[in-house]
């Protein structure tokens, strides 16, 4: 198991948290555990499945703005797949070149191979001879989560 599921105290789901970082949260009393391993202990506490917080942690900023743009968030919204050709994508590329402007956001980058990345250059897609597969969408918290 690699990751405990932490629910807020009415028990709606908020994250996943690796496991050092759910024995950090019991023992400084900030979760119990809800749903533990049978027959499996770290130390003094079962191994946790899913952890439930002592006290009600307000999410409203989750439903407001969406997650603020990075290069991991980019490859995690696109699966880790070229958005130029089938192949997987380790780089990020901004379809308007920011040499000519182009901002990191959501709309204006998508995941690439690195051989598209490299061919498409300083060039708008079109001016590059390539087509996206798919359009670049700002991605909701809830989908971001679910990656």
């Known amino acids: 198991m690699?990751?405990?599921l932490v629910l807020n105290a009415d028990l709606g789901p908020l994250h996943r948290v690796p496991i050092k970082h759910a024995i950090r949260m019991l023992m400084r009393?900030?979760?119990?555990?809800?749903?533990a391993e049978p027959d499996r202990h770290l130390g003094i506490f079962p191994m946790p499945r899913v952890l439930r917080l002592v006290r009600y942690v307000v999410t409203r900023w989750r439903y407001t703005h969406g997650p603020a743009w990075?290069?991991?968030g980019v490859l995690r919204r696109d699966g880790h797949r070229c958005g130029y050709c089938p192949a997987p994508a380790t780089t990020v590329d901004h379809i308007?070149?920011?040499s000519r402007g182009g901002r990191n956001t959501w709309q204006n980058t998508i995941s690439a191979c690195y051989a598209c990345n490299q061919r498409k250059?300083?060039?708008a897609p079109a001016e590059a001879g390539m087509q996206l597969l798919r359009q670049p969408t700002v991605p909701s918290w809830s989908s971001m989560m679910q990656r």
């Open 70 to 72: 990075s290069k991991g």
């Open 96 to 98: 308007l070149p920011r």
């Open 2 to 4: 690699d990751a405990v």
């Open 29 to 35: 009393q900030v979760a119990e555990i809800h749903e």
């Open 121 to 123: 250059a300083n060039l």
